[in-house]
């Protein structure tokens, strides 16, 4: 009686293995088909030497990686990267939190202004590219004809290196804004306003309450926006092309753009497997990072 038991509960364990299976197992399936396996496959480009246009493929180990960190202009573009990023990611954070804060306010036509600040954020990159390459224009653009009202001449914005790199971040920033804002007033109101409310019985001043209320509160949906914000950074490729195609020279050039000039441009796959394996450690790096902030929270609360 007990071996007829045992053996009904074996049966059906097998049969919730055989169902999960057929659940999970077509996802998992095109999970590594997509993600893992050209992650592997790129690693082994790493090694090689082969020209996309050609078949024969040549095994040389770590030259590829000796050729591309022995560049000057390796070091430029992972500078370009930094830069763009942290500009990038901290003027949206920043601008961000002000309209948050200033949103989260009881004022007229509030939804409206959420919803024309969040719009960006869906339009395509290409499109806000090109838009932006018009307001841009040193001689017919927006900016031109605002600066001229107060006897200003506008800089060539796209063709001077010295202007490229500031006018790149300012379209990403520009189109991201909204994302952050929406996050930031999710983070608002999840503070509990018994917080404010005994702060303002212990009369503390309006910069007071932001300082150790508000930013404490926001600090865990800050640190998901860095962390994200940094990442996207990293894979922005879009509004570089469009707006500047890298240039002027390399003034624009991050990481993922010459990825994309070494492998579809000079089709040479294995130094673009090599720009490819620094981003990857990077961003594995930055999420790792998340991850132990939140087990240290979660550890916490």
């Known amino acids: 009686m007990l071996q007829k038991q045992t053996r009904h509960v074996t049966m059906r364990e097998r049969r919730e293995w055989l169902l999960f299976a057929l659940l999970l197992g077509p996802n998992l399936f095109l999970f590594g088909l997509f993600t893992y396996w050209p992650l592997l496959y790129n690693f082994y480009l790493s090694f090689v030497s082969w020209n996309f246009l050609r078949p024969r493929k040549r095994f040389v180990w770590f030259e590829n990686y000796a050729e591309v960190f022995s560049q000057p202009q390796f070091w430029t573009i992972v500078w370009n990267t930094a830069i763009f990023a942290l500009f990038s990611v901290g003027l949206t954070l920043l601008i961000g939190l002000a309209l948050a804060l200033l949103l989260n306010q009881p004022l007229r036509y509030r939804n409206g202004a959420r919803a024309v600040l969040f719009s960006p954020v869906i339009m395509s990159g290409a499109v806000v590219a090109v838009v932006w390459s018009y307001i841009f224009d040193p001689r017919y653009g927006l900016i ?17 290196p010295a202007w490229a790199m500031p006018a790149v971040i300012m379209v990403y920033v520009w189109k991201n804004l909204g994302y952050a804002v929406v996050i930031y007033l999710a983070g608002l109101q999840g503070i509990p306003r018994e917080l404010y409310d005994a702060a303002r019985v212990d009369g503390a001043a309006p910069w007071d309450r932001f300082w150790h209320v508000t930013l404490p509160g926001l600090s ?3 640190f998901f926006l860095s962390v994200t914000s940094i990442l996207a950074t990293f894979q922005a490729f879009d509004i570089i092309k469009v707006l500047t195609n890298g240039g002027p020279v390399i003034a624009t050039t991050t990481l993922i753009f010459h990825l994309y000039d070494l492998g579809f441009v000079s089709y040479n796959a294995g130094e673009a497997g090599v720009i490819a ?6 961003m594995l790096i930055l999420t790792i990072i998340q991850l132990r902030y939140l087990e240290q929270r979660v550890a916490y609360s």
């Open 144 to 160: 031109d004809q605002l600066l001229g009202l107060i006897g200003l001449s506008s800089p060539n914005w796209l063709g001077d």
């Open 220 to 222: 865990p949906v800050a």
């Open 277 to 282: 394996i620094v981003l990857f450690a990077i």
